[in-house]
């Protein structure tokens, strides 16, 4: 019998976590932890909330980026997953058809109506890099369009359709896809009459910076691929499961139906990796043609009896527990209460988003002081201000919080989507707090100003 102790080997190397990583993995992640007061050290965590070794508990508004949808250890995912390890499956055979997938297939299509098939992979990338694939087969076309300012992902393919110059800096080449800008038609169409265009790619809300698409678009986008016979993609990694108030945010608007849907995150209960393509018919049935294209899509882990049983889990608890209503509810009184605060606050320019999927955006200020603080660090790196405020709402306040993006002056709140009110009066109070610092001058707060602007100077 092996040796094994896993609480043990916590209790014994846990301190050296940070040490480790700078070591053994990224070495830039502790580095830049330590540079922005972030190197917090978190003992547990359970529904909205983690707690440290003093016992003082932190709001997570930030859900792992979106994967804890249910927050961290829901009762309900944590006992599916004991069941069906104690059920000793013979999981992944890869010769026979096991039930789960077929069940989760099922209650995930009852969402999509429109839609037939799914394929299981185990990541929203990957769900991204077999919509793409499917879709190039399906139409026998090569480039695939994708919005600026986008995020599907960072692996190869997926990297192709990330609007994100960033991201795709120095890893060229990569394939022959094309970006226009959010909500022009006109770029669209002038695409797609070039004939060669396979498919569109949208996040219904953009997770960068968090811009809903513009209304109307969506519907007319997909009239235009129609008459053009390309097919729509709806990236709902991350919008997805209730994210935005509705159970898909494409649904937002009346007769939306994507050709596929990819879909991650959440669906894992914050347990087990998984993603999923949903698609149609048609597109399924081209891509796996015969017997001998049975594996000309697979994916090892794909389907895999933990991540199915998360996933049924999960869709019940969000039956069960009116998740994405709630989601609505909640979503609509923390817009309303931060969008009230605008007129209060000349550096808070605008809140936006769908369900609990916020933005807070900041800007140039009116008065001579604050105008030249903002320029200030504005001069040495843009979204320095954005990361004054988060820093603070996680040092004195417990909350923890991003940036929407690197060089965005935007804070996205992302929260587990079982909070309630109790959870917008601390986040707002403490939001409240932390501009009232700001505007009036506060001093630790842009003395961390200075040393983040140092930081950037430094690296420049």
């Not at 209790?11 to 480790?20: F, H, S, T, W």
């Not at 190039?136 to 090569?142: D, E």
């Not at 990297?159 to 960033?166: A, F, I, K």
């Not at 698609?279 to 594996?295: C, E, Q, T």
Request: charged share 25%; hydrophobic share 45%.
């Amino acid at each position: 019998m092996t040796g094994f102790d896993l609480a043990k080997l916590l209790a014994e190397r846990g301190a050296e976590r940070y040490d480790l990583h700078a070591r053994h993995l990224n070495h830039q992640l502790p580095r830049m932890l330590h540079t922005i007061g972030f190197d917090k050290v978190y003992e547990r965590g359970e529904g909205a909330y983690f707690w440290d070794a003093e016992g003082n508990d932190y709001l997570d508004m930030l859900a792992g980026f979106g994967v804890m949808g249910l927050g961290r250890h829901h009762p309900v995912v944590r006992k599916a997953l004991h069941d069906v390890l104690d059920a000793d499956l013979p999981d992944l055979t890869r010769f026979d058809c096991q039930p789960l997938p077929g069940l989760l297939a099922e209650k995930l299509l009852a969402h999509a109506p429109h839609l037939d098939r799914v394929f299981f992979g185990n990541s929203g990338t990957e769900a991204v890099e077999t919509a793409l694939k499917f879709a190039r087969y399906a139409t026998g076309r090569p480039r695939v369009l994708y919005c600026t300012h986008a995020f599907h992902g960072l692996t190869t393919g997926a990297l192709s359709v990330n609007g994100e110059p960033g991201f795709r800096d120095g890893f060229a080449p990569l394939l022959p896809d094309t970006a226009v800008a959010l909500g022009d038609l006109t770029a669209l169409e002038r695409e797609l009459r070039r004939g060669d265009i396979a498919a569109l790619i949208i996040e219904p809300v953009q997770g960068k910076g968090v811009h809903p698409t513009p209304p109307g678009f969506l519907p007319a986008a997909q009239e235009l691929l129609r008459k053009h016979k390309a097919l729509l993609i709806a990236d709902e990694v991350q919008t997805g499961l209730g994210r935005t108030g509705d159970f898909f945010a494409y649904q937002h608007e009346e007769g939306v139906e994507p050709d596929l849907v990819c879909v991650a995150k959440a669906l894992s209960g914050g347990y087990v990796p998984v993603g999923a393509t949903l698609g149609k018919d048609w597109i399924f049935k081209k891509v796996y043609s015969a017997m001998d294209r049975v594996l000309v899509h697979s994916a090892s882990f794909g389907s895999n009896a933990q991540a199915m049983a998360a996933g049924l889990a999960v869709l019940a608890v969000m039956e069960d527990e009116g998740i994405t209503a709630n989601a609505r509810r909640t979503g609509d009184l923390l817009r309303t209460r931060l969008a009230a605060l605008t007129d209060r606050y000349e550096l808070l320019h605008d809140v936006r988003g769908r369900g609990l999927m916020i933005g807070i955006e900041f800007g140039k200020p009116k008065s001579l002081v604050l105008r030249g603080r903002w320029r200030m660090l504005q001069t040495a790196r843009k979204g320095l201000f954005a990361q004054l405020v988060v820093a603070p709402l996680l040092q004195r306040h417990r909350i923890l919080t991003q940036v929407s993006g690197d060089h965005l002056e935007v804070i996205k709140l992302i929260p587990p989507l079982i909070i309630g009110e109790p959870e917008v009066d601390r986040f707002v109070e403490a939001f409240t707090a932390v501009m009232d610092d700001a505007h009036n001058g506060g001093g630790l707060m842009w003395d961390f100003g200075r040393t983040l602007v140092k930081q950037a100077v430094a690296h420049r």
